[in-house]
């Protein structure tokens, strides 16, 4: 069970308060939209009413009852839009599909609607923009919501049909799937407070929703998962900061738990610890929370997930104290709200609805001003609060801190005023139709704040505070309520056409000036940003300020700049003059390409300077085409220990032939294992080979909790059926080299033990003792080493001073036997003549040692090449029949016994 800790406002990073700000290598910018917000065609081609079309119709509910049948028309205009996000370098399009236009009603596939995403899916990937698909944005078929919406547990196991219908239609191109998109606001937004579709005013409906949303989810991946086990699978969440007014007030730490519980927690804890936090219990008792959680649910629900999707807006200040009369209570409600879209000073004849508070049980938390910027929406400005959301989640989540985090949103934009110069010559709302924009009149907050946000992010992600790994922008639309602790839905209005071309009026392509815009006719909603433009204040910019938007970070100006639009695949292969498919082999790897179509394309990658958009194709495959070997022993030891420098060459001869580069990993001198472990979190590697692995070095652990594939040479202390190895017998190995001194006639056996906290020198000692237990022989010589001929050679001094009547010696490696018969010889024992010897390893050196030293073999090429056969499944195919194998030892018989 998470617990809430109230967190402390930070101050501005100094290293990214002023100038510059570069985000991290890889980070991937997008933008987001929603199905009902932006495509329009609301009832073509087989598409039927969603809740929120019905939402629409309710007077009031909307302001001037505009509604998404026309919105921005993507439906018709997604190649124009797609074409808008290549200008703008985007690398990744977050898109919803409509659940009413796949499955109208709930029913049955539609093929037409089907078959819009799967052109849309097309064009993006032609583009080279990867497509990010969310199955759920709010738009629940009316069909479902009449029989009873999500509070009906079968919902959620339709919700898993349709996720089932898209992935058999785009399964094999798409492979970032988000199942919801911020399920609170569809629980307790629309059926707590009544102030998103369907409009429900009941804390029992949204809590009975808010199960079954986490249900559908669950459902959804496990299915998605059986289909793709190397799809990304995720969900977004929307979180606030919540801040007690007073942390020494009690009852302002409580306004603040309950508000964090109910927003945060409620959906945060059944997904990734399988529990509802129980304060949260406690607080909905009386509205029945636990009557709709069957047994395995929750097992369900936290089936485990690839990308968590963070989506921050603002924080909030809290208290347990209800206002004075006359104080204005932040985020508060008075009573009601105007329609969606309606804002403080307009609408002022618009009507006001009755709603509620979207918290079931938090009835006595109060919003208070700290005196931030505000957006138009009332939102406070503050940025710091998404750092420490993201150092929150990575440092609370149980064993997910490599997680992909993504904020696919940071903050919304503020509205924005438009004036029309000249009218439309067409039909309004016709795919033909334009505008000709001025400059905008706007009351956003300014530009800075953007900026602020960015920053916070940056300083997240370049301190190491979080997964954070992408981020998307947003469209958004003109329906809108009044205020409220996170963004509403909204519906695209009749009129209206969301995404924006800033290219000039003319064809000549050139930079546009921020007073003129190409448009379609009718009332603007917010366009289609690029990620940072989504951030408070966005929309204060002039019109065209996300022209300069991209992926350079944020200059001394406080505007952000990119290059023109890089080349594309389709220009590589048309320059190459080869097909697009013989191109990105090439560009992949070089398989199956003639030598002289690779030369050309490789030509044409150096001619145009094309570079491939390797986050989107890691997100996508999850791929990062390298594999570690992993060696926690310092530099030292990996350049003098021949089993490792084998096991180094027996890796690298297994991936002749692949596209994979080996990447080591080892221990700096006198340095924990945590710099290794942090790096295997990260997601660099696509699995790692474990090599000498101590008992205390965290990697059992940490793969575990990252779920990265994983083969140990060497059994690990802790062997589960995720912990996959490959592994000699050590204990039998023990036995052979103990026997075959006992059959020599030896009654005083020594042995040099390898390090006990690794399993092979706490395996081959078990060995040893067994047979000498077994003869009745004396078991008590006994030194360790470090499996080094240093380590050997102060073990066998320590032998002779306690045991000067030793008589046969087994060295857990061959190593430790060479400095043994060193300081045997120096005083002046014989081998064997004095003292019999075993080895361990049948290293080349044991064949050259005088005398030649018999050995147990230790297969060591077979256990690292089956070790990286084990570890290629897994990475291409999943844990499917691979198993762990243990091999048999066989003892090598020379001349020192």
Known sequence: MSIFVPSTPLAPNPETATGRVEMPRGFLWGAATAAFQVEGAGHTDGRTDSIWDTFCRVPGAVVNGDDGEVACDHYHRYRDDVALMRELNLGAYRFSSSWARVRPDGGAVNPAGVAFYDRLVDELLAAEILPWITLYHWDLPQALEEKGGWTNRDTAFRFADYAVSMHEA???????????????????????????????????????????????????????????PQANLGIT?????????????????????????????????????GEYPQDVLDDVAPYGLLDHVRDGDLEIVSTPIDTLGVNYYNGGAVTGHAPAPTEDEAGGTDGGTRPEGVREGEGDDAPVRATSSPYPAADDAHGRSRGLPTTDMGWE????????????????????????????????????????????????????????????????????????????????????????????????????????????????????????????????????????????????????EAAVAAAPGAAGRDRCARCRAGRNGWGDTGRMTIPSPAPTLDEVAQAAGVSRSTASRAINGGLRVSPEAQAAVDAAVATLGYTPNRAARSLVTRRTDSIALVVPEPDERILTDPFLAGTMRGVSAALVGTDLQLVLLFARPDEKPGRIVRYLRSGHVDGAIVASHHRDDELEDALLATRLPAVFVGRPFHPTPDLLYVDVDNVEGGRLAARR?????????????????MTAGVDRLAGWRE?????????????????????????????????????????ASDLMAEGAMRVLAQHGRRVPGDVAVVGFDDLATAATSSPPLTTVQNPMIEMVRDATDMLLDLVAHGRADVTSRVLAPRLVERDSV
Request: aromatic share 4%.
């Open 170 to 228: 785009l399964g094999d191109r798409v492979g970032v799937w988000t199942t919801l998109n911020e399920p609170w606001c569809s629980a307790f937004l629309g059926y707590t407070a009544g102030v998103h579709a369907p409009g429900r005013q009941s804390r029992e409906d949204g809590l009975a929703a808010a199960h079954h949303l986490l249900l559908g989810h669950g459902l959804a991946v496990q299915a998605l998962r059986e289909r793709a």
């Open 237 to 273: 969440l929307n979180f606030t900061v919540s801040d007690p007014v007073d942390p020494a007030d009690p009852a302002d730490v409580d306004a603040a738990r309950r508000i964090d519980g109910q927003f945060n927690r409620i959906f945060l804890d059944p997904l990734l610890r």
């Open 381 to 528: 400005v503050q940025p710091e609060g998404l750092t420490r959301l993201l150092t929150r989640c990575r440092r609370t989540t149980p064993g997910r801190a490599a997680w992909p985090c993504t904020s696919p949103r940071t903050a919304r934009p503020t509205p924005t005023r438009w004036r029309r110069t000249a009218r439309s010559t067409t039909r309004t709302g016709s795919p033909s139709s334009t505008r000709t924009c001025g400059r905008r009149r706007t009351r956003s907050t300014p530009a800075r704040t953007c900026g602020a946000t960015s920053r916070g992010r940056s300083w997240t992600t370049s301190s190491g505070r979080s997964g954070t790994r992408s981020a998307s922008g947003s469209s958004g639309s003109t329906t809108r309520r009044r205020s409220g602790p996170s963004r509403p839905a909204g519906a695209g209005t009749r009129r209206s056409r969301a995404t924006t071309s800033c290219r000039p009026v003319t064809a000549r392509r050139t930079t546009p000036r921020a007073d003129e815009h190409r448009d379609t006719a009718g009332p603007r909603a917010p366009p289609v």
């Open 741 to 757: 001194l006992v059959d020599a006639g030896c009654r005083r056996v020594a042995t040099i033990a390898g390090p006990q906290d």
């Open 771 to 811: 047979v000498l237990e077994e003869a009745g022989l004396p078991h008590d010589a006994v030194a360790v080493g470090d499996f080094a001929v240093s380590g050997g050679a102060a073990a066998m001094e320590t032998i002779l001073a306690e045991h000067p009547d030793v008589d046969g010696l087994f060295a």
